[in-house]
């Protein structure tokens, strides 16, 4: 039986609610398809960090990247600041410390859930780049002043390189799937010299890969026509703060946060967290939506599956993703899907579609 070591860090707000749903289902999956998982877990949080002062360190991430995968909730509180009055976030330190280059966010529209746009099918995957970007710059040493603040925009070619590979590589997985196989490069070139270089790389990696086709926006427009004419994208990747804002776009269009999942991987490591904050609002309330979290799980197990070549684990994450769009077809619903049930309630019926997805006979 294939055993794995997955790092648990539940984080802030409603991470610990949402972490405990996806343990349970992949409890279930475990039992139904006879692989286990050991966990460690961490508390990492801002809540810690106001306690006691504790941040995760260079030592714990060096600990946390010997395991097969990280499983996070959420992390942040807005009135919890460092020293230069930023937010507390694990995530995006261990972005950093394991080049997670590529941000993965799928953004279905399930049936069932109500969606802000008119469109019979929305199906895509929005690809951030993680590792540098608008981000480039968190590290630097900075002055403070009160009269004006920086932040640094740096591309590299051996970033995007690996990052339009990767574009590519899941365009063609996806064209299996029944997607056109389509990478979009949303970008601002017109403007920003880093996105100049981008562009660049862009043309020369879709020239070397002239089986999918590629098309270019600039972001401005690209965003309209996310809204207007979301059928037109299949794969979108872009830079590190356009995709952050064009993955919470595109989510907002099939349902919002509640069920946008998503990975942040490199070649070797993958953190595997919704979408989604800490939504302190909504907080020990029982009215989180698991869903993202849930999925966010299923996407560690097809990505720890395919690295190991354990289809046990991709057939596993089938499943889940199976029990999830059945709950959402039929219900129940939390209250950000227009229903009124709670985590807890969404959880059972996603452990019993799973459960009786495994007494069905093959073919059913
Ligand atoms: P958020 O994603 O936490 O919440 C935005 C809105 O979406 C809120 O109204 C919230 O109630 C709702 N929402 C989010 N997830 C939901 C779910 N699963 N079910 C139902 N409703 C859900 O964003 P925010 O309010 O801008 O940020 C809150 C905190 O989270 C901040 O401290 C921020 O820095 C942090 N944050 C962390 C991450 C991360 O850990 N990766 C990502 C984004 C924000």
Redesign the pocket.
Known sequence: MANYEITVIP?????PE?VDSALQVLGEAQKQFGFTLDYATYDFS?ELYRRTGRKITAADMDEIGKSDAVL???????D?RDEEGL?L?A?VQMRAHYKLFASLRPVKLFEGVPNAVRAEKIDMLVIRETSEGMFAGLHDKHEPSDEEATDRMTITRATCETLFAEAFDQARARRKRGTPGRVTLLHKSNALRSNVLMEKVFDEVAAKNTDVESSKYYIDAGSMYMVTDPGRFDVIVSENIFGDITSEIAAGLVG???VAPSADVSRTHGVF??????????AGTG???????ILSAAMMLEWLGEKREDAVLVDAASSINAAVEKVLATGPR???LGGSASTDEVTDAVLSALRSAATLPAGA
């Open positions: 984080g802030d707000g409603i991470g949402v801002a996070f909730g959420a992390m942040g509180l807005p919890v937010e976030g995530q919002g946060l509640g967290q919704p979408s989604h904050g800490s939504a302190p609002d909504i009215k989180a939506n698991p869903t993202a979290m939390s209250a950000d």
